[in-house]
């Protein structure tokens, strides 16, 4: 199930789910949240837990909302991607046409835009093979730029984004698409986050800060893989999810 709680811990609602929560995204000032359970059914709620609506296409896979909470992207396994209102409502869907594809990570930027990174699965002559995508708000396709490798993350920055690629890169990728390497890990980029000036960048067991001239000022070690960074507003408390993958040793 899916709780709400007070700042203090106190708690004020609980959500029913099948299933269990697998992915939970919120609007930036909190009053819409939209998760996805484990029968991959999407279910969007008011801060007070009342449901507002609820969608299902496929196997749901991947769930960003945007900052005002007024559009909401969910993508499948099979890397169609449905963009829907605050009520669940269609707005408009990207199919994957005749090339078999996959959606590895999704995020609107500041102006309502969708910046998508897609991978081709097997040849295409016509389109590289792995390419962020940027969507307008009524779902014209409005550019593509080819990248490296697969983005596990894309995180709103400014007028665009940044981004931690399956290949250890760190880019910041502007609103054009146009992109360069910030810093790289020698492991696979699980988060990335702003703070301050700076950037919060989880990779293998690692916390890495790296400062605006793309060097690590400092780095912390968790007990097990980094999964996910969280921040509070003011930049100072960082929450880190992570898990050691040992069941009898668990943190």
């Not at 396994?77 to 594809?101: P, T």
């Not at 709103?156 to 940044?162: F, S, Y």
Request: hydrophobic content about 35%.
């Amino acid at each position: 199930d899916l709780h709400g709680h007070e700042r203090l811990g106190g708690h004020r609602w609980t959500q029913t789910l099948g299933g269990g929560c697998d992915h939970l995204s919120l609007s930036s000032d909190g009053t819409l949240i939209a998760c996805i359970d484990g029968g991959r059914n999407l279910h969007v709620l008011t801060e007070n837990g009342i449901e507002r609506g609820k969608f299902t296409s496929g196997e749901l896979i991947l769930l960003c909302v945007s900052q005002d909470g007024q559009a909401i992207a969910v993508a499948d396994d099979e890397g169609n991607v449905h963009v829907l209102d605050s009520n669940c409502n269609l707005k408009w869907k990207r199919d994957v046409g005749d090339d078999a594809q996959t959606v590895s990570a999704l995020t609107f930027l500041h102006d309502g835009t969708l910046v998508l990174c897609r991978e081709i699965l097997g040849l295409s002559s016509e389109e590289p093979q792995i390419a962020l995508e940027k969507w307008s708000e009524s779902g014209e396709r409005l550019a593509i730029e080819e990248v490296d490798a697969r983005v596990v993350c894309l995180h709103p920055d400014g007028e665009g984004t940044i981004a931690g690629l399956f290949d250890g890169q760190v880019l910041k990728i502007d609103s054009d698409l146009s992109h360069s390497t910030i810093w790289r890990s020698m492991y696979a980029v699980a988060d990335v986050r702003r703070h301050e000036k700076d950037i919060l960048v989880a990779s293998w067991f690692h916390l890495h800060r790296i400062d605006a001239d793309g060097e690590e000022t400092w780095r912390c070690e968790h007990t097990g893989l980094v999964d996910t960074i969280r921040a509070t507003k003011d930049g100072t408390m960082i929450a880190l999810s992570g898990d050691n993958q040992n069941d009898y040793t668990r943190e």
